[in-house]
C-alpha cells in the first residue's frame, strides 16, 4: 500500500468516527484501524502507526469519549501533516519529472568586472562623486556615485550616504584603503572604465595591503586622463586662481580653504602642489597631494598648525584662554590651564572676568562665587545705553549663576531704541537677547528674520558678530525651541575665524563653530 | 494585575472550558446526530469567545457554524474533511490558549494565539529600516480601495506592511491612482515613492502581525537602498526551495496560511493562457534548471493590469530579470502569484510626461508597455 493511499484510508477511518460520533462508534473501526497501524508500520510509518493503534484501542468500552478525543485528534495532526508534506513531495517530484534541463534561456548571470582598485581621490561635480581609481595594470578606472546626503563642508570625515557602497561611508575610509569589484557593472571607454551604483553587487572596502602601481605623468594637452603634475596657485585680488601646464586648475571652496592655511603664517602669495590631477577638457582638477597622500580638495583639516605656534607670542594669560578653548581638541594639562585661567576668572575687571569664563568653559572651570559686580553693572543708569560690547559681557557674566530679570531686561531694552542697523550683529544679538528675557514671544520672529541673511552666498559678520548671533541664538533657542537653526555653513564660519587670527576673537568664534579641529593638530602630530 | 486583566484572564479560562465541552459533545454526537439546536449553540459560544477577547476562536466558531448549517441543509458545498479540520484546529487552539493560561500568560501575550479585536500597534524604539519587496492594489466588498506595500525590515528581520485606505464612493475604485496620493498627514510622500526607494522611518508604529502604522508622529528619510541584497531574505534558487519554504510554513497547524514571499529568477517564460471559465491568467514559466512553475493571476476587476502585465513577461523589451511573487501549491502544480518584476539594470518608466528609473515594476499598478529596458 502505498503512502499516498494509506494517509487517504486513514482520513477516511476519521470521517466514518465523526459522522458516527464518539459515543458510539462504528464497531468496524477497530479493526480497520488495526489494518492501517500494520500498513503504515510496513511503510515505515511508525509514528501513523502508534496513533492509528492508540485509537484503536480507545475505542474499546473501557475508554471514555475524553480519551476518544485525544486520540482522534492525535491521529488527525499527525495525519494532516503528514499529508502535507507528502503532496509537497509528490509535488516537487512531478516537477522534477517535467524538468527540462537546462533551459537554452537561461539568464546569464549579469556581466561585470572583478577587480581590485587603488583610490586616487575623489571628484565633485554637481552633487555627483567621481571615484577616479587605477586597477592593476595601472588602468584609469571611476566609479560614479550619487549619494543621497552628504556634507559638502567636509567631505572625507563625515559619513555619506552612497548608492555605489549601498550604505553610509567615510570618503577617507575609502580612500585610505583598497576597493574590491565584483561582477561590477561597467562600460570601457578609450580611456578608462566607468562604473555606477549596481542592483545586485557593491564594492566593497578592503585595507591597503599592497603598493599601487605607478602613476605616469600627465600628458601635456591631455583632456582627459588622470596623471601626476605640478599646480601653481596664486592669490589674486578675487581669490585664489591654479594652474598646471597653463591649464587652469579648479579651486574649491575646500582647496581654497586650504590654501588660505598654508599662507597664514608665512604670508605668501604662491604655493606649489605636486598631486594627483584628473584632466577635464580645458581644465583640471586636484584629486590629492604629497605621498602619502592628502585631499585639500575634500579634507578641511589637511593642513593644520600645532598650538604652540600661536600660543608662544600671546601674553601668559591669552595663551592660558587659547590652550582651554583648544583643549577639547587636542587635550593638554587641564589642571595648569584651569590654575592659570583662575585669576583672571574672578577679576573685577569685565572684560578680563569674561575672556577667562568664557575660555574656562571649554575644561570645565565652574564659575566662581556670585560677584555682584555684573549685577551692580548692569543695574547702571547708564547700562542700557552703553558699548553693545560691554552690555553682552556683562549678561554673559550675569547668566553665568541665573537670568537676568524681566524687568531689568525690558529697561535695558528700552534704552536702546535707536534705530537698527542690519549690518551691526553684535547690536541685533544684543537686542535678541534682552528680547527674550523682556518678552520671549516676540525673540523669535525678531531673531529668525535676522538669521535668513546668515544663509550660505551671503556676506558674513565678522568674527566677533558671529560668535555674539551664535550665543544669542542658543539663548533663543533654548527658551523657544520654534526657533529655526542657524542655516550657517560650516567651511563659510570658518573662514571667518581664519580671517580674523591671531586675535583671541577668532579663536573664539573658531571654538564656537566647531572649527578648532579644522586649524589645530593634535598634540604630537 | 489590575481588575480589568484579571477579568479578561477568567473569562478566558471560562471560555476553554466551555469550548472543550462543545467540542467533546459535537465529536460525541457525530455528525448524523447533529441538529439544527447546534448552530445556536455555535453561535453562543462564539459571543462567549468575543466576549474574552478570543477573536481567533470566535471567527473560527463561526465558521463552524457555517459549514455545519451547509451539512444540515445538505449543501453539496459541505466537506466533512474541511468540517473535521476545523473542529481540530480549534481544538488544538483551545489547548494551545490553555497551557499558556497556566504558564501564567497575560491577554497582551497571547494575541499571536487568540487574536485581537481591534489590532494595535506599538511603538518601535530604533528607527526602523525598510527596503519594498512589492506593491499591489486591492478593492473590497465593503467599498474600500487601497494599496498595500510590503517590506523587508532588517532591523527586525521581518517583514512589514504599509497600506493607504480610502472609501470608493470618495475615490473610485483604481488604486493606481491612490498610489501617488500622500501616504499620511505626517508623511507628504506617495505609497509609490516608498515602494520605489529604501527608507529610515522614525517613529514607527508596528502591530503584531506586522503592520506598520505610518501615522501620527511618524517620519520617513531615504537612505541608500542595498539593492539585489534587499531581497536575500526571500530568494529561492529554484522551484524546490520554494517547495521547501512552501512545507516550511505549514508545520504548525496553527499557524496561519499566508502564503510565502518569495524571489526567483526565472529563465523562461511560456505564453499566457485565458481561463474565463475560473477567471484567470496562466503563465508557465520555468527556472534555470527546467522546473516548470505557473505564473498565475486572477482577472478581478481592479487586476486587469496585472493580467495584461503577464502577457508581456516574455516580451524582450520588459522581460524581468526576477519575480517577487507569493507561492502556492495546488495539486500538481507549483503556483506564483507575481506582485512585482525585478531588473538587474534600471529600467525607465514613462508615467505620464516623466520618466522614472527603478530596478522595480510593481506589475498590480505600473504597466510593463511604458518599461524600457
Known amino acids: 500500500m502505498s503512502a499516498t493511499t494509506l494517509l487517504a484510508d486513514v482520513r477516511a477511518a476519521l470521517r ?50 475524553h480519551e476518544r478525543f485525544a486520540a482522534q485528534r492525535a491521529l488527525w495532526v499527525r495525519s494532516s501533516l503528514l499529508a502535507e508534506q507528502l503532496r509537497l513531495h509528490l509535488l516537487g517530484a512531478s516537477l522534477h519529472e517535467e524538468a527540462e534541463g537546462t533551459v537554452a534561456e537561461a539568464p546569464v548571470l549579469p556581466p561585470g568586472r572583478d577587480t581590485e582598485l587603488w583610490p586616487l581621490g575623489v571628484e565633485v561635480r554637481d552633487g555627483q562623486l567621481q571615484l577616479h581609481c587605477l586597477d592593476p595594470a595601472g588602468g584609469w578606472v ?28 567615510c570618503l577617507g575610509d575609502v580612500l585610505d584603503g583598497q576597493i574590491e569589484l565584483v561582477r561590477h557593472p561597467g562600460v570601457a571607454t578609450a580611456a578608462r572604465w566607468v562604473g555606477g551604483p549596481a542592483f545586485h553587487t557593491r564594492p566593497r572596502l578592503r585595507s591597503a595591503s599592497t603598493a599601487s602601481p605607478a602613476l605616469p605623468a600627465l600628458p601635456p594637452g591631455a583632456r582627459l586622463a588622470v596623471g601626476t603634475g605640478i599646480v601653481t596657485c596664486r592669490r589674486g585680488p578675487d581669490g585664489w586662481v591654479a594652474s598646471s601646464g597653463g591649464v587652469p586648475v579648479a579651486v574649491s571652496p575646500l582647496l581654497a580653504f586650504d590654501l588660505d592655511k598654508r599662507t597664514r603664517l608665512d604670508g605668501t602669495d604662491t604655493v606649489r602642489i605636486e598631486g594627483v590631477l584628473v584632466a577635464r577638457g580645458d581644465r583640471r582638477v586636484l584629486l590629492s597631494e604629497g605621498e602619502p597622500p592628502a585631499f585639500p580638495t575634500l579634507d578641511p583639516a589637511t593642513t593644520r598648525w600645532p598650538l604652540s ?17 583648544a583643549w577639547p581638541v587636542i587635550g593638554g594639562d587641564r589642571s595648569a590651564l584651569a590654575a592659570a585661567l583662575a585669576p583672571a576668572a574672578s577679576s573685577a575687571d569685565l572684560a578680563t572676568r569674561w575672556a577667562a569664563q568664557w575660555a574656562g568653559r571649554a575644561i570645565g572651570l565652574p564659575p566662581p562665587d556670585r560677584n555682584p559686580g555684573a549685577r551692580a553693572w548692569l543695574g547702571r543708569a547708564e547700562a542700557g545705553s552703553a558699548d553693545a560690547i560691554e552690555l553682552l559681557r556683562a549678561l554673559w557674566l550675569h547668566e553665568q549663576h541665573e537670568p537676568v530679570g524681566a524687568t531689568l531686561a525690558a529697561l535695558l531694552r528700552e534704552a536702546r531704541d535707536a534705530p537698527l542697523d542690519d549690518d551691526d550683529w553684535v547690536e541685533i544679538a544684543l537686542r535678541a537677547w534682552l528680547t527674550m528675557r523682556a518678552a520671549p514671544d516676540t525673540a523669535v520672529p525678531f531673531l529668525a528674520a535676522h538669521g535668513e541673511r546668515l544663509g550660505p552666498g551671503r556676506v558674513l559678520p565678522d568674527a566677533e558678530g558671529l560668535l555674539w548671533v551664535h550665543h544669542a541664538w542658543h539663548v533663543v533657542a533654548s527658551g523657544k525651541a520654534e526657533l529655526p537653526p542657524l542655516a550657517l555653513p560650516r567651511l563659510a564660519a570658518a573662514r571667518v575665524a581664519l580671517s580674523a587670527l591671531p586675535s583671541l576673537d577668532g579663536w573664539r568664534w573658531a571654538a564656537a563653530c566647531d572649527a578648532l579641529r579644522w586649524l589645530l593638530s593634535p598634540a604630537g602630530a | ?40 449553540e455555535l453561535e453562543a459560544a462564539a459571543q462567549v469567545a468575543h466576549h474574552a477577547r478570543l477573536t481567533t476562536l470566535q471567527r473560527e466558531l463561526l465558521s463552524l457554524r457555517t459549514e455545519t448549517e451547509r451539512f444540515l441543509d445538505r449543501d453539496p458545498l459541505f466537506r466533512t474533511d474541511a ?22 500568560a497575560l491577554p497582551d501575550e497571547l494575541v499571536d494565539l487568540v487574536g485581537t479585536p481591534r489590532r494595535t500597534y506599538v511603538a518601535v524604539d530604533d528607527a526602523l529600516e525598510i527596503h519594498p519587496l512589492g506593491m499591489s492594489g486591492w478593492v473590497t466588498d465593503s467599498d474600500f480601495v487601497g494599496v498595500t506595500t510590503t517590506f523587508y525590515s532588517p532591523t527586525t528581520e521581518q517583514l512589514v506592511m504599509a497600506s493607504v485606505t480610502r472609501p470608493t464612493h470618495y475615490f473610485g475604485t483604481d488604486p493606481a491612482r491612490l498610489a501617488w496620493q500622500s501616504v499620511s498627514d505626517s508623511i507628504t510622500r506617495s505609497m509609490r515613492e516608498l515602494a520605489h526607494g529604501a527608507w529610515r522611518v522614525e517613529g514607527a508604529r508596528v502591530s503584531h502581525d506586522g503592520r506598520l502604522s505610518l501615522a501620527g508622529e511618524a517620519y520617513v528619510m531615504p537612505v541608500a537602498s542595498t539593492g539585489a541584497r534587499a531581497l536575500d531574505p526571500i530568494r529561492c534558487d529554484d522551484a524546490l526551495e520554494v517547495l521547501q519554504r512552501l512545507g516550511d510554513g505549514r508545520i504548525d497547524p496553527l499557524a496561519p496560511r499566508t502564503p510565502p514571499w518569495v524571489y526567483l529568477e526565472l529563465a523562461h517564460y511560456g505564453r499566457c493562457t485565458f481561463d474565463d471559465t475560473h477567471g484567470t491568467a496562466t503563465v508557465l514559466a520555468r527556472d534555470r534548471r527546467g522546473l516548470p512553475l505557473r505564473l498565475r493571476v486572477r482577472l478581478a476587476p481592479h487586476e486587469q493590469l496585472l493580467g495584461r502585465n503577464l502577457e508581456r513577461l516574455a516580451d524582450p523589451r520588459s522581460r524581468p530579470d526576477g519575480l517577487v511573487a507569493r507561492a502556492f501549491a495546488d495539486r500538481d502544480h507549483l503556483d506564483l502569484a507575481p506582485i512585482t518584476a525585478v531588473y538587474h539594470q534600471p ?20 504597466p510593463l508597455d511604458k518599461v524600457e529596458r
Open chain 1, 142 to 169: 571611476t566609479l560614479e556615485d550619487r549619494p543621497l546626503a552628504l556634507d559638502p563642508d567636509d567631505l572625507a570625515n563625515e559619513p555619506i550616504t552612497s548608492r555605489l557602497f549601498q550604505g553610509e561611508v
Open chain 2, 347 to 366: 529600467v525607465t518608466q514613462r508615467v505620464g510626461r516623466r520618466t522614472l528609473q527603478s530596478h522595480m515594476v510593481h506589475l498590480g499598478l505600473e
Open chain 2, 83 to 104: 468540517w473535521i479540520d476545523r473542529v481540530g484546529r480549534l481544538s488544538l487552539r483551545v489547548d494551545a490558549l490553555r497551557t499558556r493560561l497556566d504558564q501564567g
Open chain 2, 1 to 40: 494585575m489590575d481588575k480589568r486583566t484579571a477579568d479578561t484572564l477568567e473569562r478566558m479560562r471560562a471560555a476553554t472550558v466551555q469550548l472543550d465541552r462543545l467540542l467533546l459533545e459535537l465529536a460525541r454526537q457525530g455528525l448524523q446526530r447533529l441538529t439544527r439546536a447546534s448552530l445556536p
Open chain 1, 309 to 325: 605656534g600661536w600660543t608662544t607670542p600671546l601674553p601668559a594669560d591669552e595663551a592660558a584662554q587659547l590652550g582651554a578653548m
Open chain 1, 16 to 65: 466514518v468516527l465523526w459522522v458516527g460520533g464518539l459515543q458510539r462508534p462504528d464497531p468496524t473501526l477497530p479493526s480497520e484501524l488495526a489494518d492501517l497501524a500494520i500498513a503504515a508500520r510496513a511503510v515505515g510509518l511508525e509514528g501513523l502507526g502508534d496513533a492509528l493503534t492508540t485509537l484503536q484501542v480507545s475505542l474499546g468500552p473501557e475508554h471514555d469519549a
